[in-house]
């Protein structure tokens, strides 16, 4: 029997291996944290990188891990043979749709054009209100800082309004994204429109 959770946060990030072995560290303790604060793991199913050292801290510490994954990608043998609970998708855009319906909350860590894809379109989706979910930019090493800094550029220079900065909120550590996790307040912004 599987133990209740507080909710399914849905984590972004890279399945790249050839990394600073920093951001593996982030990501197996942000895994653990989840883990011991009672939250579920949603992540893309990948066994490398960030990917699998955060189902490796989560489900090392005794949580639970589910990991959604697109069939071209199990067929390619890019699945965690880990996880238990594995749902298959068709293709990339129902992965994505599946996981934002899953997901309580969203963590972003580090990662390349489809994690920046992933984020990018899930606070698309917050600003036009068709999800109303927490999102967290777990910003290691100040990876995410120029990001951080073109989404200000584009506040500054009029595509986004000034209440826009309150669809993410930013971490520097791991325990920093559980506490704003766990501290979450619904915020109002203004529309796009």
Known sequence: MKQE???NV???????ANIDPRYLQAARELGELLARGGWRSIN??????????VTDGALDAGGQVTGVIP???VDKG?????????IITADMHQRKQTMSDMADAVIALPGGVGTLE????????????LVKVPIIILNTMGYYDALLAM???A????????????????????????????????????SKY
């Open 155 to 190: 506040i500054d220079e009029g595509f986004m309004k000034p209440s826009h900065n309150q669809l993410w909120c930013v971490a520097d550590t791991p325990q920093d994204a559980i506490t704003l996790l766990e501290n979450n307040k619904p915020v109002e912004f203004e």
């Open 44 to 53: 893309g199913g990948g066994a490398v990188g960030l990917m699998g050292a």
């Open 5 to 7: 959770t507080r909710g």
């Open 71 to 73: 069939k071209f990608m």
């Open 151 to 153: 989404l200000q550029h």
């Open 10 to 16: 849905c984590v972004f990030c890279a399945s790249s």
């Open 78 to 86: 890019w699945c965690y043979d880990r996880l238990a609970d594995v």
């Open 118 to 129: 992933e984020l990018l379109e899930t606070l698309t989706w917050r600003q036009l209100g």
